[in-house]
Structure formats: C-alpha cells, structure tokens
C-alpha cells in the first residue's frame, strides 16, 4: 500500500483552499492542538457534507485522510472531488474491516485519520449517540484522539442567498488517549466507556444548544467542570 496519494491531491487541496478562501470565512480555533507529527484520530462532529473539506483545509497537515460513508461515492461532483482529494472509503453497514486495516495503516505511518462518530449527519445539528468506531480504531492502533467541532457548515444556502460569504468554525479540542479501565473487561464495555469519553470531548467544543445527547451525561459534566476550573484558575 502506498502512502503517498499523489500529486492530484496536492492540486485538488489547492483548488479546496481557493474555494474555500474566495467563498468562507473559515475560523480556526485551538490549530495549536494539532500536532505537526504523529499518528492521531481526529474525531468530531458532523452536520454536513462540507465537514469533510473544511476539516482538511482548517490544519497546514498534508497526511491528513478521512473515513467516509460510501454512500458519498454516488454524490454529484462531491463523490469526484473527495476521490480525487484521497479518502478511506468506508461501508456504515457494520464493521467494514477492510476500512479499518486501511485506516490502521495509515495511522502506524505517522497519518491523521479523521471520522465523525455518529456515523452519519445530525438533521438538527446536536449532537447524536456515537458508534464505536472511532474508540475501536484508536484502542487499536494506539494512538491518542484529537476531538473536533464542526460549526456552520450546513448554513450554504442561508449565506449564499445573502450574497455572503459563508462563515464556519473549526475547533480542535485538546488530544487525549483512551485508557482500558480493569473495571470493564469486556470489550463491548471498553468501546462503551470510550466512545463516551470521546463524545463528550466533542461535546466539550460545542455550544450548549448543540450538545445533543451528552449534554446532561454524567462523564460530560466531569469534563465540564474540570475545563471551568482550569479557565478560572487562569484568569
């Protein structure tokens, strides 16, 4: 397997940042938690098949790939564009193993592998229950998690109608590894308490009318109260 996608990548994120800079305003928070080598899964959430793109351009990263739902092959133009940008096709019917060897690979090599945890949009824009694959693929391979938000991305139509430039907000959240606790041996227990602990990371970033179901998890509320307390004591 190579590792290197090639030069038409290179060109399709030019032309990505030349959209995206004549089109958006892109704001990028916390790019300082994105570490300029190392292998990470980059998790965040998803309200939009923009997300993808906009996740890509918001970090100076070229070994940056992300896992995608197959049903965006199909999609005009996107399904193009995002082949042509070099993305790990992936099936949301079960485990689709050969994904997550590809995805393994990429992150034994030093790669960020981005995927949304939800596995698919949110309609509403909170935050939906997360699926195990993100948790199974960083237990797996080892390596720490990068929680990210997604804001204003599903609002093209509302900006464009104004003849304005769309505004969206990256948030990179700080990276965090996934610990194996004793008191859950089991694997579905392990992937139950991860998966948690990695959404309400996400939900960490996110302001509070889009939290979704995690906005009253008793882990999110630790989580919460702990960022307060390092703020204040900053301040």
Not at 52 to 80: C, E, H, N
Request: proline share 5%; with cysteine; net charge positive.
């Amino acid at each position: 397997m190579s590792f290197n996608l090639g030069v038409s990548r290179e060109r399709v994120m030019k032309i990505l940042l030349r959209i995206i800079h004549a089109l958006v305003d892109l704001e990028v928070v916390g790019s300082e938690n994105v570490p300029d080598t190392g292998g990470f899964v980059l998790a965040t959430s998803h309200i939009s098949r923009l997300d993808t793109p906009f996740l890509m351009a918001a970090t100076s990263r070229k070994d940056v790939i992300a896992m995608v739902a197959r049903d965006y092959q199909k999609a005009p133009f996107l399904g193009w564009f995002l082949s042509k940008l070099g993305v790990i096709w992936i099936s949301r019917e079960g485990y689709d193993f050969h994904a997550f060897r590809e995805a393994a690979n990429f992150l034994k090599n030093g790669w960020i592998v981005g995927l949304a945890p939800e596995g698919t949009r949110s309609k509403n824009g909170e935050l939906m229950e997360g699926k195990p694959g993100a948790a199974l693929l960083a237990l797996k391979t080892k390596v720490p998690v990068i929680p990210a938000a997604v804001i204003g991305s599903a609002d093209m139509l509302k900006w464009f109608s104004k003849f304005k430039k769309m505004r969206v907000k990256i948030i990179f959240g700080e990276s965090f590894n996934l610990a194996q606790p004793e008191e859950a041996p089991k694997e579905k227990d392990r992937l139950e308490m991860a998966t948690t602990e990695i959404m309400c990371h996400i939900a960490l970033l996110l302001p509070e009318e889009r939290r979704g179901f995690y906005a009253n998890h008793p882990r999110f509320k630790v989580l919460l109260d702990a960022k307060n307390n390092s703020e204040r004591s900053k301040s």
